[in-house]
């Protein structure tokens, strides 16, 4: 046993029902985070979460577990903000510890075009309540003395903002809060469950198909990430969604002084340090779409070049680890949060590579939808129908999306 390995966790696991009141398909941190605040918010606790593989297998459990609210448009600010504000007080509110640690993220600008975007950031995001502010070249490297500044000579800072807010939190205990604390007070998670097709009659959803029968509810939730278009054809409907592949990889060990998370969306790469140590870097999405959960060796070298030019330390360390997940892209790269055409069926989608740092608001929001089938403001602008009726959120604020 050490830190990493949950010792006061307990599961409660139980035979399946035939009937709930609700159904979330996806047992990730947003199908889970649903079902936690169905039960903690509003009471309802006969819900099964049906997992495929195992809890937290997906993109919660291959993620890079950066959180923060530096977004680029109010309405995204104004989410991430309420998912920041809701981590702050997870490992309270469970009793669990998630290793949730705040450690800043600083936005590196390389051109006069980027500094005056990060100082637009800077103003929109502090107006908003989502603290951040400009920093120079000098300022950016009291933050992080591992810089350097000059880019090599090839990519010189030019200035940043900074995001004081920024965190991180150790994955699979996020997952693990919001299973117990979900199943503690009543409801079912069953694992090994796959959704073969959904029961719909008469344009209601009547319940599910799984690979070990029939289950029915007049609620169900779709929250299963990049898998989320194969959901949406057993219902016939076409989602603004392409799945890209995302990877990621650590190095071996390094003395615990890399303070913040770093990102440069010129140089399409973000890092930072783990609890064990591990520098941890990711770049943008794979160009080409696809569900393979692959990594390979161009990714490892296009991204550890990069960086390099950033951090010269990177050079002596050695590549332990790497991995990949799938990303729900949505065309304007901002979430999907709604009911559907199909009453009864809700959606958590298009989280591309910013899903692990809104499972707290997603979780409540939706949460909120399914118990009162009303829309709450926070995620409003979110909706499916937003893009028929031309009233998209276009939000690239992220080194992922390119």
Partial sequence: ?????????????????????????????HGLAAAYFLATRHGITDVAVLERKYIGGGNSGRNTTVIRANYGIPESVRFYKRSVDLY???EEETDRWIMHKQKGLVWLAH?????????????????????????????????CPQIDITGSGQWPVLGGSY???????????VNWALAEGAMKRGAHI???????????????????????????????????????????????????IRTHPLQAYVTNHYAQSFGPIISSTSLYFYISQTARGEILLGAEIDKQPSYSYRSGYHFLQTCSFRAMTMFPFLRDLRINRQWGGVC?????????MSKTEIDGFYITSGWGTWGFKAIP??????????????????????????????????????????
């Fill in 1 to 29: 046993m050490n830190e990493f390995v949950e010792a006061k966790v307990d599961f409660k696991w139980q035979e399946p029902k035939k009937t709930y009141d609700v159904i979330i398909i996806g047992g990730g941190g």
């Fill in 88 to 90: 702050f007080q997870l």
């Fill in 111 to 143: 051109s006069e075009a980027h500094v005056r975007q990060e100082k637009a950031r800077a103003e929109l995001n502090t107006a908003l309540g989502a603290e951040t502010s400009y920093v120079t070249p000098s300022e950016i490297k009291e933050i």
């Fill in 163 to 173: 995001h004081p807010a920024g965190s991180t939190a150790r994955h699979d205990r």
């Fill in 190 to 240: 069953h694992q090994r469950t796959e959704v073969q097709d959904l029961i719909i009659e008469n344009n209601q959803i009547k319940g599910v198909v799984t690979n070990h029968g029939k289950m029915y509810a007049n609620k169900v939730l779709c929250a299963v990430g990049g898998h989320v278009t194969s959901i949406g054809d057993m219902a016939g409907l076409r989602l603004p």
């Fill in 328 to 336: 729900d892209m949505s065309a304007d790269y901002s979430p999907i």
């Fill in 361 to 402: 608001a997603s979780g409540e929001s939706m949460a909120a939808l399914i118990a009162t089938d009303e829309t709450p403001d926070l995620i409003a602008p979110f909706s499916l129908d937003r893009f028929k009726r031309d009233r998209t959120m276009a939000d690239r604020g992220s080194a992922g999306t390119h």
